[in-house]
């Protein structure tokens, strides 16, 4: 799954069911092929890696063994940025000192190239601009300056309205280059970030670079004051001060990117009934994890460089739909079954929007999309799916909830439980969907999702309950339509920003004591609290906590710098502790 907002909701709890001879043989099915994608030799499958190749390697001979036609759809990924030439001069006054690469500044991976001498310096503060509002641009001339802006918009009620596209860094760097300035330097208080793909464009026309605060001394005035001032008083910074045109910069940059071809995999299970063959079921899921950690590891710093084996994220879908292709190939359903893995899901859905815009077969023909992304952490003591329905109509989804075997539980929603996965391609190219999760956990991203943590046999009790909807999907006369209202993404930012970063892992499972978390973040606020996976929030601040719900609008509810007390149960003993709340990076 990949690294953007989801949530979903709770399912309810059943008694785990004891696995019957034909599950323990699936389970083995599932168990060999998870741990051949999650092994150490594919080095976590990540984009642009031979490793990746390996596994869709595997995954068309699998399709080709059950006598399927396999392909293998390729698109241009960029793996790695290097510098071929750089060279960075500050010069205050009459005096000029090199800035040293990579620990001074440092290019983004979208940068675009440079070779300018003695262009002068513009602090933008944060280089927003609300019509009507805030503006850091008003009166300010930018064309052929070097502006200097942070990277993250502060939690403040001047900025409460901004929408969540006009927050980001990406809107505020395309605003400055129609403004045609000469660079832009991004300051970036949390240290560094080394040069390597980024997400958005491939390429600015101008350069944008990673610089840190201390690199420019007095350059722009005492930083830290100004910034303070401007969180103090919610105002732009004053122009009595933003331009230094006693401090400029030299610049020579250029940079090579290193493209590599990341695959999809699709295959084809032919439909029996000769009217309804040429319509399309899509089984999904994505091929592809972290690597080592390069980009979208939750583990820290520490972990670069680690494997990321993906055993959950998404080995465990990817074994799901090749298990299914097994069965469906046997049941023969009248309308055609699709089975697609997609590559490049983790670096923003990058192999299924290729293929929603080159289908390899015809689009209109595609009526209904399955994806299986994270399905192998059901709980065995307490059973749960959820089930998204982003697209779907909600009397689909209600029907397909029917289907789940006797004594298994659905917890199903359309809208907000959608998940940022392969789906939401087609759901946006008006193709209704289901989505298949067991959860959020504390290995989510980290090298800790291994493949001994799987619950095969709980893996093996969802089998079936796929393979019904697939079919039943595949066998029916008509089928749901597009709705465009369980379509709409609830986006987070859109009213106001979510102000307080609190670390917790959410578990989304009903739970009647409270809110129950999965594990915490490194460096939180959870953390440092003491809160731990399975620890049960029940009070933050004055307000009782009884669901995720609950939580997050205690959560919308501070600000930066409020203290609150949280309460909360660890087995059968009440604990609390106050905490001082920060504001999101």
């Not at 004891?18 to 092994?39: M, N, Q």
């Not at 760097?173 to 330097?185: F, I, M, P, S």
């Not at 990058?350 to 999309?369: A, C, D, I, N, R």
């Not at 539980?409 to 946006?428: E, L, N, P, R, T």
Request: hydrophobic share 40%; glycine share 12%; with cysteine.
């Amino acid at each position: 799954m990949g690294p953007w907002t989801f949530a979903f909701l709770a399912a309810a709890l059943v008694a785990p069911v004891p696995p019957s001879g034909s599950e323990t043989a699936v389970a083995a099915r599932l168990r060999r092929d998870v741990d051949y994608l999650a092994s150490p030799a594919l080095k976590g499958r990540g984009n642009g890696y031979p490793e990746l190749e390996q596994a869709a390697g595997r995954i068309a001979r699998e399709w080709k063994a059950l006598g399927l036609k396999a392909e293998i759809q390729r698109f241009p990924f960029i793996a790695k940025v290097v510098r071929e030439q750089q060279e960075a001069v500050l010069l205050h006054g009459d005096e000029g000192r090199p800035l040293v690469w990579g620990r001074d500044l440092e290019a983004l991976g979208f940068s675009g190239d440079a070779d300018f001498r003695n262009k002068p310096l513009a602090f933008l503060g944060y280089g927003v601009q609300i019509p009507g509002g805030y503006d850091d641009l008003a009166g300010i001339e930018l064309k052929g300056r070097v502006a200097v802006i942070a990277r993250a918009v502060p939690d403040l009620d001047a900025f409460a309205h901004l929408p969540r596209g006009e927050r980001s860094l990406l809107a505020r760097l395309k605003r400055l280059e129609t403004a045609q300035v000469a660079a832009v330097l991004v300051l970036e208080e949390g240290g560094l970030r080394p040069l390597q793909r980024e997400e958005g464009p491939v390429k600015f026309d101008i350069p944008v670079l990673g610089l840190s605060p201390e690199a420019l001394g007095a350059a722009c005035g005492d930083l830290q004051a100004r910034f303070k001032t401007i969180k103090a008083t919610g105002k732009p910074a004053s122009q009595d001060f933003i331009y230094a045109p006693w401090t400029a910069l030299t610049l020579k940059l250029k940079l090579r990117r290193e493209e590599a071809q990341v695959p999809n995999v699709v295959a084809v299970i032919p439909g029996r009934d000769p009217k309804l063959r040429k319509e399309y079921i899509v089984l999904g899921a994505h091929l592809d994890h972290l690597g080592l950690g390069e980009r979208h590891s939750m583990g820290g710093a520490e972990t670069r460089g680690q494997v990321h084996p993906g055993a959950d994220d998404n080995a465990s879908g990817t074994a799901m739909v090749v298990e299914l292709a097994r069965e469906l190939k046997k049941a023969r359903p009248r309308r055609s079954i699709l089975l697609m893995h997609f590559g490049g899901e983790e670096e923003g859905l990058l192999g299924s929007s290729y293929w929603v815009q080159h289908p390899t077969h015809p689009l209109e023909s595609v009526k209904f999309m399955l994806n299986f992304d994270m399905v192998g952490r059901l709980d065995p003591k307490a059973p749960k799916l959820m089930m998204g329905g982003l697209g779907a109509p909600k009397s689909a989804v209600e029907a397909a909830k029917k289907l789940a075997p006797e004594g298994f539980a659905i917890s199903a929603d359309v809208g907000a439980s959608v998940g940022g996965s392969d789906h939401m391609s087609f759901s946006q190219a008006k193709i209704p969907t289901f989505f298949f999760f067991t959860g959020i956990h504390g290995e989510y991203h980290r090298p800790t999702d291994t493949a001994d943590r799987i619950n095969f046999e709980g893996m093996a009790k969802l089998a079936p309950f796929g393979r019904a909807v697939a079919l039943d999907l595949a066998n029916a006369d008509t089928l749901p339509a597009f709705d465009p209202e369980t379509a709409k993404l609830p986006m987070k930012g859109d009213g106001g920003p979510m102000r307080i970063a609190f670390g917790t892992i959410p578990d989304y499972s009903d739970n009647p004591k409270g809110f129950r978390i999965n594990g915490v973040s490194k460096g939180s606020t959870a953390e440092a609290l003491g809160l731990q996976a399975g620890d049960i929030l029940t009070k933050f601040g004055e307000r009782p906590i009884k669901s995720i719900y609950d939580f997050m609008a205690a959560l919308g509810a501070h600000k930066p710098g409020d203290k609150a007390l949280i309460q909360w149960l660890r087995g059968e003993q009440t604990m609390q502790a106050e905490a001082t709340l920060r504001g999101r990076p």
